[in-house]
């Protein structure tokens, strides 16, 4: 028994928002149809390099435990393969551009009319509203809503994060709303219509710096690694290598200051408080910086998080598996698939169950691999 057996998605998505929350619903046991245009399907198959046996890693990615059907939306006849589709679904997502949907005779008033239990979730760029023209892309919602603003070099030009950080966290919120509006549907029988932003998405995941403006007036820059409101928090150079600190309190503090050997920075009262460390952080670098460049980054991390002290060493992906895997959080899957030749890799689901686990059913699909099962059971 899994957490979400028994539900059934039409996934209209493509991209990454759109199928990474249908992913996360699928490991969690909902069954999900992935919908895809006849000849290129999603456009993340061709995202590559990299790619593995052929299929690019984007793809991937997001895909596993789904079935690819292919239907050309713009022909009647598919269409109303798509209707009866969504007929036997409890959940429809889509991220088309607003709009698409309704002129294909699969918009929200009219699915809902017919189905009025259907969980129907759209995920936009910039809101079905004056936005809508907009292109709802990761890079240019990052620019657009704040997010390089905030990230790289003091006086840059801005920088976009290294993944596309807002497709997952919308993909998140996408998934919590559909949950939560399954939730309801089974309560009531009342099915409705869920709406998420690449925008809002971001302006809500900027938490702290999005606060500073709201609540306090303050237009937050770009602080390299440093951190508007903790301090020390930030990358700092050890003897050979990077190594960052996050010390998050001032007991933190002191024991960092007892274990570098130099007890008398806790008691200066340009540093005795977080405010005044904060307020003195240029000084208060320059002071750690120097101890710090004594020792090497591993005899740091050793001393230093033996003592209590959060920090750690700025890790590739290489090293972030295997810290994952030395720490037995099981962070990657292999899945086996008949059509490969050997498994096929996969970040695992982060979320532990500890009665309904999440699964790994299925490799990410071929394009239109399932078509004739899935329409031959259809009415």
Not at 239 to 260: H, S, T, Y
Not at 277 to 289: I, Q, Y
Request: glycine residues 12%.
């Amino acid at each position: 028994m899994r957490s979400l057996d028994g539900v059934v998605v039409a996934d209209f998505s493509r991209v990454l928002a759109g199928p990474y929350a249908t992913m996360l619903l699928a490991d969690l046991g909902a069954e999900v149809v992935k919908i895809e245009r006849p000849g290129d399907g999603d456009d993340t198959r061709a995202w590559g390099p990299p790619y593995a046996d052929g299929e690019a890693t984007y793809f991937l990615a997001v895909n596993r435990n789904k079935r690819s059907v292919t239907l050309d939306l713009r022909d009647e006849g598919d269409r109303a393969a798509a209707r009866k589709i969504v007929a036997r679904a409890d959940v429809l997502i889509e991220n088309f551009r607003p709009g698409t949907m309704e002129r294909l005779g699969l918009g929200h008033e009219e699915l809902l009319a017919a189905h009025p239990g259907l969980v129907y979730c759209s995920v936009t760029g910039f809101g079905a509203g004056e936005g809508s023209h907009l292109a709802g892309y990761d890079l240019l919602v990052q620019a657009m809503g704040g997010l390089m603003s905030v990230t790289g070099e003091p006086g840059g030009d801005g920088t976009k994060a290294g993944v596309a950080l807002v497709d997952v966290i919308t993909g998140l919120h996408a998934g919590m709303g559909i949950l939560a509006a399954l939730r309801h549907r089974d309560r009531t029988g009342e099915g409705q219509h869920v709406e998420v932003s690449l925008l809002t998405s971001l302006l809500s995941a900027l938490t702290n710096q999005a606060s500073a403006y709201v609540a306090g007036g303050v237009v937050p820059r770009a602080m390299g690694n440093g951190h508007p409101s903790v301090a020390p928090y930030e990358v700092f150079r050890a003897k050979d290598r990077p190594l960052v600190l996050a010390v998050g309190n001032d007991r933190q503090f002191r024991l960092l200051c007892e274990r570098i050997g130099r007890p008398e920075l806790a008691g200066d009262e340009r540093f005795a408080s977080n405010s005044a460390r904060v307020a003195h952080r240029e000084v208060l670098v320059a002071e750690l910086s120097a101890a710090l460049e004594a020792r090497t980054a591993d005899e740091w991390f050793g001393e230093l998080t033996g003592a209590g002290v959060p920090c750690g060493p700025i890790n590739d992906l290489a090293a972030a598996f295997d810290l994952a895997g030395r720490l037995g959080l099981g962070a990657e899957v292999g899945l086996d698939d008949p059509r490969r030749d050997g498994p096929v890799g996969q970040v695992a689901n982060p979320i532990r169950m500890s009665a309904t686990p999440p699964v790994y059913r299925t490799a990410p699909p071929r394009l239109g691999e399932d078509t004739a099962a899935v329409l031959g059971d259809l009415p």
